[in-house]
């Protein structure tokens, strides 16, 4: 006898790194060529020497990073994320407004486990960020799908059309995860103020907001003295301090709607990773020259990454920012086959725009992201030589 799967879990795809790793490892490289791995959006490299001795003496020193802590989060981590919040956007952030959690994910599961039950909708510009997609189809909320044409830009009044009674968010993810550009601060506020209107939640995911090309802060929506009764803003710490597998980002809302996300932390995880909270704490601290040379260097590979697909034949680049290139090709066939055929033909791991798009949508099988943070210049330019003399039969 079989146990039964829960039908939303179920029908849920799987998580689509994992899907190109599987990808990976049937394939055999061509002969020659090293593998080019620009499917996920990671830090390949370690924290940097400074801080690696930081979270060495906090395991060797400080008793608590072995103990639970308080479910929201370290009050040192809360408050100092708070403050150079505040210090970022103007008008004020408070510590009793933000939460830890592991990780951004967790932080968009947590929240939307306050606002959406099953028969709920929530919409996502397309294309779109697949786990939270993927958090709303195992939760029994719908999707709404925003289309965002070319200039990948969601529009607030295509967004209004979709609204119903059973609306309860409106999702945006800047710097853009995957299209990579970079929301102009305009477009935020016209999507904060018709969120507020509608009665419902602007979900503003800024996990790559330190590698935004902008100088100053990109929006004015913290500046507002109520942001917190509408806008809820989420933030990760492991692209700034290459933190993935220590699991730290964080949530700002209002204090209210955190008594209900301490109800979900707790049940999950009880508090996030004691050591990832005294990394990203140290970090904020200690870092800021080291941060602002990483954004240089990848604003430098984003140059690098829109120059090179300038002369490319059968790609377009939509958008490029943050880890991200997202781009269009003219190969006639369909995404999702192209990028495991990539792997075994060219060397090139990439992942397809149907996984960031609703099943069977056109626009999916003709785009692809390319998450070039991983790459140097040298890297760039191999992936852009052999996507230009890819001819696949």
């Not at 009050?75 to 408070?94: H, K, S």
């Not at 999702?336 to 056109?362: C, H, N, Y």
């Amino acid at each position: 006898m079989t146990l039964p799967l829960a039908p939303a879990m179920a029908a849920t795809p799987a998580p689509p790194v994992m899907e190109a790793r599987r990808w990976l490892a049937a394939a055999r490289l061509p002969a020659g060529l090293e593998l080019l791995n620009v499917s996920q959006a990671a830090p390949v490299a370690p924290p940097p020497p400074a801080l690696r001795a930081a979270m060495a003496a906090a395991l060797d020193e400080d008793p608590g990073t072995h103990l639970y802590g308080p479910v929201l989060g370290l009050p040192e981590l809360r408050a100092e994320l708070a403050a150079q919040m505040t210090a970022r956007y103007g008008g004020t952030v408070a510590e009793g407004q933000i939460a830890i959690t592991s990780g951004c994910n967790q932080a968009f599961a947590a929240v939307m486990a306050t606002l959406a039950a099953p028969g709920d909708n929530v919409i996502l510009p397309v294309p779109w960020y697949f786990n939270h997609q993927m958090w709303l189809q195992m939760s029994g909320v719908a999707a709404r799908a925003l289309d965002t044409g070319d200039s990948l830009l969601p529009d607030p009044e295509a967004a209004a059309a979709l609204i119903d009674a059973r609306t309860r968010a409106i999702v945006l993810v800047s710097p853009n995860n995957p299209g990579g550009v970079e929301y102009p601060a305009e477009l935020l506020a016209a999507f904060r103020d018709l969120a507020r209107r509608r009665g419902l939640a602007l979900i503003l995911d800024e996990t790559y907001r330190d590698f935004d090309s902008r100088a100053g802060a990109p929006h004015g929506l913290l500046s507002d003295p109520d942001w917190d009764e509408t806008v809820i803003s989420l933030y990760s710490f492991s692209k700034a301090y290459r933190l993935t597998g220590h699991r730290v980002g964080a949530v700002a809302c209002a204090p209210d709607r955190l008594a209900q996300v301490e109800k979900f932390l707790d049940t999950v995880q009880i508090c996030a990773p004691q050591l990832g909270q005294r990394a990203a704490l140290w970090g904020l601290r200690h870092l800021s020259d080291w941060l602002a040379g990483e954004r240089a260097e990848i604003l430098a590979r984003r140059a690098a990454m829109e120059a090179a697909f300038q002369g490319l034949r059968d790609w377009e680049l939509l958008g490029c920012g943050a880890y991200f290139g997202y781009a269009r090709h003219r190969l006639g066939i369909p995404s999702d086959a192209l990028a495991e055929r990539m792997v075994s033909e060219i060397g090139v791991l990439a992942l397809p725009g149907t996984m960031f798009a609703p099943q069977g949508a056109a626009r999916g099988g003709r785009e692809m992201r390319f998450a070039f943070a991983n790459i140097d210049a040298d890297g760039i330019a191999a992936l852009a030589d052999r996507l230009n003399t890819y001819a696949p039969a």
